[in-house]
């Protein structure tokens, strides 16, 4: 089965993701790897940190002359600012010590104070780097590698803004062919009136030193039939995406297909009509209310699911009540550099954690050792 591990905190020396089961034979380079990290710093919005952070990528294992040899592939993304200065090598230090400045006026919204109740800290700052959503390059690195796989198998996935704080885009929903040009948005957002609105909402939160949370659409293009399943809870394809999506940093809400919609219509309303296409001798559903799963298994339509993001927590002038953990006193929470928003970028990861479901699911059904047995046994596998 495919998997992967992530580690490494936001301001330490480096991410590190390992990524295990995928077959021998997919041709991966650091180059692709590093065109989807910057895909991800893509987005109006975002703070300084972007502009510098280079996202340097290294093939520490598991790929011998552009090919996966079948063994576990592990990546490492060194952070700009440990590399190229000192500046958090003394607050970040594996070493035994202690900080000069622990964090204790926490952010509501944000891990801190659950995580210092959790795990026992008196600093922040214990929690903040890990629930910090750099976190999140290192899953896009080990996307990269999903994408490719399925890219095989005719799978292409991509994401779009569909809303920015309050502004909705009107558009019509894009195809793969669209994506350079939801790309070149900065807001990643295909209707590019309601982007214009979207960008100024932006920058009216950055002017008043507060945040924006919005919505993205990730969109799955030939998933074939058959992946996921309705016998067990846990094999269910859509709580697979579900689960997968709900856990990039922030997000509060995963839709599949125009799941809150629907429930409020009634059922000859509500579902995907199907129809018999002779010339492609398969089955046809025009809409995609249920998202491209019925009862846990991809149907073959097209695959959409959303999730909304809650404005971040980090607010670059603090005015929510909170509490210092030392004193208990009222005050409000410390400082950090921050973005205004990263609902472009998480789109992008979103895309990243569909494509690490959708290629799990995949290898679940189809199997093979090197990527020759992969592509053959799916291509045997007619739906009837
Ligand atoms: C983040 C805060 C900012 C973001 C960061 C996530 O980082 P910093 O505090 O270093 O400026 O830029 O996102 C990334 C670095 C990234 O690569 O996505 C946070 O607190 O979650």
Request: aromatic share 4%; proline share 4%.
């Amino acid at each position: 089965m495919l998997r992967f591990l992530t580690a490494g905190e936001s301001h330490g020396r480096a991410l590190m993701v390992i990524v295990e089961g995928l077959p021998a034979g997919l041709a991966v380079t650091v180059e692709d790897i590093q065109s989807e990290l910057s895909r991800r710093r893509l987005g109006y919005g975002r703070g300084p940190r972007q502009r510098f952070e280079q996202d340097e990528v290294t093939l520490v294992g598991g790929v011998r002359h552009g090919r996966t040899l079948g063994s576990p592939v592990a990546i490492e993304i060194q952070n700009t600012e440990w590399f190229r200065s000192d500046k958090w090598h003394e607050e970040m230090d594996p070493a035994p010590g202690a900080t000069k400045a622990p964090l204790t006026r926490v952010r509501p919204g944000h891990a801190d104070l659950a995580g210092m109740q959790k795990y026992g800290f008196d600093d922040a700052r214990d929690v903040l780097e890990r629930a910090s959503a750099r976190e999140t390059a290192a899953r896009v690195a080990a996307g990269t590698l999903a994408k490719l796989l399925l890219g095989h198998i005719g799978v292409q996935v991509m994401s779009h803004v569909i809303q920015m704080g309050a502004v909705r885009s009107n558009a019509m929903r894009p195809t793969f062919a669209d994506l350079a040009a939801v790309d070149e948005s900065p807001v990643r957002c295909f209707d590019s009136d309601a982007a214009a609105r979207m960008i100024s909402e932006v920058e009216l939160a950055a002017k008043e030193g507060d945040s924006l949370g919005g919505i993205i659409e990730v969109i799955g293009f030939g998933v074939p039939v058959g992946l996921g399943s309705h016998v067990h809870w846990d094999r269910k394809l859509d709580a697979l995406l579900a689960q997968a999506v709900m856990s990039i940093q922030a997000v509060k809400g995963v839709e599949i297909g125009d799941g809150f919609e629907v429930a409020g219509r009634r059922g000859s309303a509500a579902h995907d009509a199907v129809h018999w296409d002779d010339q492609t001798a398969g089955y046809v559903r025009e809409t995609a209310l249920a998202g491209g799963t019925e009862g846990g298994i991809s149907n073959g339509g097209l695959l959409v699911v959303r999730a909304a993001m809650k404005p971040l927590a980090t607010l670059n002038k603090p005015s929510l009540p909170t509490v210092d953990v030392v004193t208990k006193d009222s005050t409000v929470s410390f400082k950090e550099r921050t973005d205004v928003t990263a609902v472009p970028a998480m789109g992008v990861v979103a895309e990243t954690m569909v494509s690490l479901v959708l290629a799990a699911e995949a290898q679940r059904k189809f199997g093979g050792d090197s990527l020759t047995e992969f592509c053959r046994n799916a291509a045997n596998a007619t739906a009837r």
